[in-house]
């Protein structure tokens, strides 16, 4: 591992300064569990590490008032034990709870899964089809970026050397959403493909949706072209099936370790269809 020098602000203040004047050189590590073995294994050598874990400020979920507000220190287990989560936006809790296993939930921040912006993050995809917002902060301003803006590239972000992610708004739906995930196993396993939907019905009527895919193109996508399929329409199967294969069309999968290219499409419309399915309320 290369030398690199440690600094563990105690406030947002602190760290801010820190990346105003070393941000180019700086990679920030909370739970460690992407960061550290790309330093072990020599991928990443910053000349500093800041850590923002000591932060309380950035730590858990909180309600002001109608929006949700995630401290970006918040960990796996905190979001998938969330009670307030768990009443207001379920999908999200289902997502931490499929990443990875207990030892991975308990030190993963929600922050890291978003700024490491891996095609496969499964709280990324959740979080498109809930319309999430990433907060970003320096010296000189707060941004506030939609997250369907967030990601430019595979490991690629909006963030700038001097910015810290802080926290993700989220305001919670009025319908149902669904989260759904395929891997190669049940645990410690990255997504093959990952499926996130809300649906607002009134009765058998789609008045609004938001369909949102992982794992299938170079960052996590949302796919409005299908949304627009199922909006003011009774949804049944056909509709469904028709609009969960529109939403692969958007898709541009590649071949890799974990699966080829043409079996995500084929597995992604099953599993975007029965998400679609439960989120309509025609099955439990």
């Known amino acids: 591992m290369r030398h690199f020098e440690f600094y563990s602000p105690k406030t947002i203040a602190e760290a801010l300064r820190f990346l105003s004047e070393r941000g180019d050189r700086t990679k920030i590590v909370a739970g460690g569990t992407d960061l550290i073995p790309r330093l072990r294994e020599e991928i990443s050598g910053p000349g500093f590490v800041l850590n923002i874990l000591e932060i309380e400020e950035l730590n858990g979920v909180k309600e002001p008032g109608p929006v949700l507000r995630i401290g970006s220190t918040t960990t796996h287990t905190q979001l998938m034990e969330s009670d307030l989560l768990q009443r207001t936006c379920p999908s999200l809790a289902q997502a931490a709870a499929s990443i990875g296993g207990p030892l991975v939930r308990n030190r993963g921040t929600i922050g890291g899964n978003l700024a490491n912006a891996s095609p496969a993050a499964d709280l990324a995809c959740a979080l498109l089809a809930l319309d999430a917002e990433a907060v970003l902060r320096s010296e000189k301003r707060i941004r506030v970026v939609p997250l369907g803006d967030f990601f430019i590239g595979p490991g690629q972000t909006m963030i700038n050397p001097d910015e810290l992610l802080t926290e993700v708004s989220i305001r919670p ?32 009527i789609c008045r609004k949706s938001r369909i949102a895919l992982g794992s299938v193109a170079p960052t996590p996508i949302r796919c409005p072209e299908a949304e627009r399929m199922l909006a003011n329409k009774e949804i049944g199967p ?15 999968p590649i071949d890799d370790q974990r699966a080829k290219g043409w079996y995500r499409i084929e597995a992604g419309t099953v599993l975007l269809r029965r998400a679609l399915t439960v989120a309509a309320g025609l099955n439990a």
């Open 173 to 204: 739906p009025r319908g149902k959403c669904v989260f759904r995930k395929l891997g190669r196993r049940q645990a410690m396993s990255l997504s093959i493909v990952n499926a996130a939907v809300c649906l607002e019905m009134e009765g058998k």
């Open 238 to 252: 056909e509709l469904i099936s028709k609009c969960a294969k529109e939403a692969m069309s958007a898709s541009k």
